[in-house]
């Protein structure tokens, strides 16, 4: 026969100040896995959304990043639009795009300091190749010009970013004449200017990397093969979605920590919540011995006090996402290992942060409560009645 669920509730709010204590402690440690998981789910959308399966990343043989040394030379460019399999577009352009990356250092508006911010420069078609970026504010820069457009993200955060203000590239100041909105991928941490004006400014020889778009995915996974095996290119292929979720290895450090601190707690909230029950079963000795007496067996007992601790981190886990849901959707940033520049991305509080929030507030309960359930349940029913 089991004890009804009814039992534990009544329990739980009889013992109110030390139900709301443990709940808090338990509540805290989900809050915090919930803020890590949620830091590296945003970190991962930025990079995992980012890219189109049919665009094909090209770079210099052996680099794993835009900002490596060495690049594509320019006369790789006309080679590579002249491959079978590029796609076109309205006008008959193929849709080929060099582009440039520099980091610049820009101070935040807060006044906390500088920071690395990646500046891509490229060309119309590169923005057309982008269809998830979309201009919110101002206009595009004019080939030719020495004009930028930022990201929503990167005015939100730093100074010198608003439309027509001017920041300094190189030797010379750029006005900014637009804001663009990148839907949450890794562009929301970029500034976009000419590649043309650029390469006229810095000498530039070489592209970073060429970015191209192929008609249909087998054409694309043939660019790529094509790219990697021509002697003559000496270039490294790969889809734009690949090379972006490679880049997620910047969230290392934050798992890692976040990791570390989230055992710490969630063992300390496990024995707040032993200590809790334990003062349940020592409060509630002849009451157990009672439930023995008019015949609740042993498991039944031992189930029953389960559930309790399950019921109490229950509660600490609603708490602790309830205390979170104000930061979701919260911009912040951390440093790309890769490229040493500041990536811009939001916390996502995503259904599956808050299944693994719930499970290990769950898993606190189980291992907080199965040993002082077990002393429950094995107790002598004379002693227990006598005290």
């Given amino acids: 026969m089991a004890i009804p669920l009814s039992y534990n509730v009544r329990n739980l709010r009889l013992r109110k100040g030390l139900t709301v204590m443990t709940a808090l402690g338990i509540a805290l440690t989900v809050a915090t896995a919930v803020f890590i998981m949620a830091l590296l789910a945003g970190l991962n959308r930025a990079f995992g959304a980012t890219g189109d399966s049919l665009n094909v990343l090209v770079l210099r043989k052996g680099s794993t990043s835009e900002l490596a040394a060495g690049g594509v030379q320019r006369d790789a460019l006309q080679v590579i639009k002249d491959l079978p399999g590029v796609a076109k577009n309205n006008h008959g352009e193929p849709l080929v795009s060099g582009e440039d990356i520099l980091v610049i250092v820009l101070p935040r508006k807060d006044g906390t300091g500088e920071v690395n911010v990646t500046t891509r420069f490229l060309t119309p078609l ?18 030719g010009q020495r004009e930028v457009v930022v990201s929503k993200s990167i005015s939100q955060r730093f100074a010198k ?18 804001i663009f909105d990148a839907n ?3 562009h929301e941490s970029e500034i976009w200017g000419d ?5 006229t400014d810095f000498e530039r020889t070489v592209y970073s990397s060429v970015l191209l778009r192929a008609t249909d995915p087998v054409s694309a996974d043939a660019l790529k093969n094509r790219a990697n095996d021509d002697q003559r290119l000496e270039l490294n292929g790969m889809l734009e979605p690949d090379y972006y979720a490679s880049q997620t290895k910047s969230g290392a450090p934050i798992k890692f920590v976040g990791i570390i601190v989230a055992i710490i707690m969630a063992v300390g909230s496990s024995f707040a919540a032993m200590n809790t029950m334990y003062a349940a079963v020592a409060y509630r000795g002849r009451e157990i011995a009672t439930l023995r007496v008019i015949g609740f067996s042993r498991p039944s007992i031992l189930t029953s006090f389960v559930l309790e601790s399950l019921l109490l981190s229950l509660l600490g886990a609603i708490g602790g996402i309830v205390l979170m849901l104000p930061f979701n959707g919260m911009t912040t940033g951390t440093s790309n290992q890769v490229t040493f520049s500041e990536v811009v991305f939001s916390l996502r ?17 189980l291992l907080g409560g199965l040993a002082p359930a077990w002393h429950a349940a094995r107790q002598d029913i004379l002693a227990a009645l006598r005290g």
């Fill in 195 to 199: 590649i043309n004006q650029l390469a």
């Fill in 184 to 186: 949450g991928t890794a």
């Fill in 349 to 365: 509080m995503t259904p599956a942060v808050v299944v693994t929030a719930i499970t290990f507030a769950v898993a606190m309960g």
């Fill in 161 to 178: 970013t608003n439309i027509g203000d001017q920041m300094r590239i190189g030797n010379g100041d750029w006005n900014v004449v637009g």
């Fill in 126 to 143: 590169g923005i057309e190749m982008r269809p998830k970026v979309h201009l919110i504010a101002g206009r595009w820069f004019t080939p």
